[in-house]
């Protein structure tokens, strides 16, 4: 089984619909993170979680929020989803110490038309 | 300005072939790490590099840091379509946050049979 997983694997969505992105891990990892990947502008990091009690804005939070329900758990909510927000979204987890060698789930493909 | 600046975008190959992409930065990482990226997935952690002047071997891979920690080289030997996919850099910044790596755009490897 995949240590990372992700759902939905493909969404696509209306302008204005709430959405969220779920990311379920069994590494073990403390740390766990919410990336959009865009071509030409690379991987962006949106969110981070250090434990369940905290939470922080990565490079481009705006119009997304997280939820972290459990160590192994961590969200991505889009409140009003506006169709430049169609991208692939990546779910990662990394340990607390060394690296931060990055776990990535298979990701998410997200249309907002 | 891209902190870490990977060349070339695109490399197009032919199976049996030798090539090398690069990752180049003005500042200095304490680490750096590679991931291989195919569609349809999550980029998947190859190597990390720690220690500047470090080679590290995986198979027909080969990956190098820099002696001054700026920048890092992937060389691939008698490349496969296997090899196929899209080639990240990252790295740990010395100094920098303790939460995040900075991702390179990627090279865009196809390698044809």
């Known amino acids: 089984d995949a240590d990372v997983t992700q759902t939905p694997r493909n969404r696509i969505t209306k302008t204005g619909k709430r959405i969220m992105l779920e990311c379920s891990q069994t590494k073990g990892h403390d740390r766990m993170y919410w990336y959009r990947q865009d071509p030409g502008l690379g991987l962006r990091l949106i969110y981070y979680s250090f434990d369940v009690k905290d939470i922080n804005k990565g490079e481009i939070s705006d119009g997304y929020s997280v939820s972290r329900q459990a160590q192994a758990k961590f969200s991505l909510s889009l409140e009003s989803a506006i169709p430049n927000q169609t991208a692939l979204y990546f779910c990662?987890?990394?340990?607390?110490?060394?690296?931060?060698?990055?776990?990535f789930g298979p990701g998410t493909r997200l249309t907002v038309t | 300005t891209q902190l870490l600046e990977q060349s070339p975008q695109f490399l197009s190959i032919q199976e049996g072939e030798n090539l090398t992409v690069y990752c180049n930065s003005s500042s200095v990482f304490s680490s750096l790490q590679w991931y291989r990226q195919e569609p349809g997935e999550g980029p998947v952690l190859l190597v990390t590099?720690?220690?500047?002047?470090e080679v590290k071997k995986l198979k027909r891979l080969t990956f190098q840091f820099g002696d001054a920690r700026k920048d890092s080289s992937l060389h691939i030997t008698a490349a496969q379509p296997g090899d196929t996919g899209l080639y990240l850099c990252a790295g740990k910044r010395s100094g920098g946050s303790n939460y995040k790596l900075t991702f390179g755009k990627g090279t865009l490897l196809t390698v044809n049979p």
């Open positions: 590099v720690v220690t500047g002047g």
């Open positions: 990662a987890t990394s340990s607390r110490t060394g690296t931060y060698e990055q776990y």
